[in-house]
């Protein structure tokens, strides 16, 4: 996200053991006029406006946009108003945080109930992103995040939202993945191979140049 990349945020049950509840964490996709079809729901949640939660249900806004969108703002910044409301049914709610560029920003102590809504001015001088997350615990674990949206980016004019540490870490996490690939993974057909690794190599020069390119 802190190199421009606009990710939505997608998950679900990874069932390791007996004691994972299957289900027990899920997306959510906002459809809008879309049909309710397992197509749409791929092409809504490839545009951004979900949140993945163990429980809490999320509207979230920033200017009026839902996750997955861009607000764009001058040269000089600006104050951005972030809009929130979280429900849940049976997870207590300890707090909602307003998340900027991967740091909490603002937070609401909401003390376990089940539901809280709240909004916050949030001043922006260079692009970043802006999501929300909410901590919560079913086993009453401090600091658990019950539930978190993807994000909406703050486009400031002139001011790339570009992290040249995050990108030299992701870099490093492609040239991980191509060292795998040629060394101890398990060798695919002779064609599957290619195409993995012209992948990893084409992300890999993407990254690169934008590095360049960003000084």
Known sequence: ??????V???????????????GGIRT????????????DWLAATKAGNTFVTVGPLIEFQVEGV??????????????????????SVSLPIDAV????????????????ALSASGSA???VTNSTWVALRVRG???????????HTSAVQVLVEGKALFSPKDAMAVLE??????????????????????????????AHNRLHQRMHNNG
């Open 66 to 87: 839902a996750p997955g969108g861009k607000v764009k703002l001058p040269a000089t910044g600006g104050t951005v108003n972030v809009t929130w409301n979280v429900e």
């Open 173 to 202: 996490q492609i040239e991980g993945a191509i060292a795998y690939v040629d060394t101890i993974a398990p060798r695919p057909a002779a064609q599957r191979f290619k195409q993995m690794r012209a992948t990893l190599e084409a």
């Open 121 to 123: 001015a949030i001043p």
């Open 97 to 112: 945080e307003i998340v900027v560029g991967g740091l909490a920003v603002e937070q609401t102590t909401v003390t376990k």
């Open 8 to 22: 939505p945020l997608c998950g679900g049950s990874d069932k390791m053991s007996a004691s994972s509840l299957l």
């Open 1 to 6: 996200l802190s190199i421009g990349y606009q």
């Open 137 to 147: 615990s079913y086993k009453g674990q401090h600091g658990e995040i019950a539930a």
């Open 28 to 39: 959510y996709t906002n459809l809008g006029d879309r049909a309710f079809t397992y197509e």
